[in-house]
């Protein structure tokens, strides 16, 4: 498998931050077409099933599905030059970016344990991005 070395640094930090920013993004989007639709009743399926129908007329879920297309691209750019292992770690940071992000968007609360979790994701992630060499003798 070809490694991140066949194509330039920039444009692999470049992928990485297009995919994040889409995949953060897109459920931002998510989360806001649902609150503009209001809490789901799942009581009966008429009213789940009026809940998908609202969905559909939502602008903001448009436009997370097109930036979950877009991310899917940019992903298929990104395996495609490197082992999936090492980039599907680093991809992980967007288990920190979503929250961050609801926090100043939406007003959520996290946790200090939520905080360290964040903190634990994201060293983890940059711990599988650096760069080993092997040799075998």
Known sequence: MQTFNSIKSWQVACLY??????????????????IDIGPAS??????????????????ALAAGLLLLVIAFCCWMLLISHADLSKAHLISCTAYATVPLCSV???????????????????LGAAISSIETSTSVE
């Open 17 to 34: 931050l297009v995919l994040i920013a889409c995949d953060t993004f897109s459920q931002i989007l998510f989360k806001a077409a649902s």
């Open 104 to 122: 100043f968007i939406f007003s959520d609360y996290l946790s200090n344990h939520q905080l360290l979790g964040i903190f634990l994701i994201t």
């Open 42 to 59: 799942l009581s009966s399926w008429a009213s789940f099933f009026s809940f998908i129908e609202a969905l559909l007329y939502q602008p």
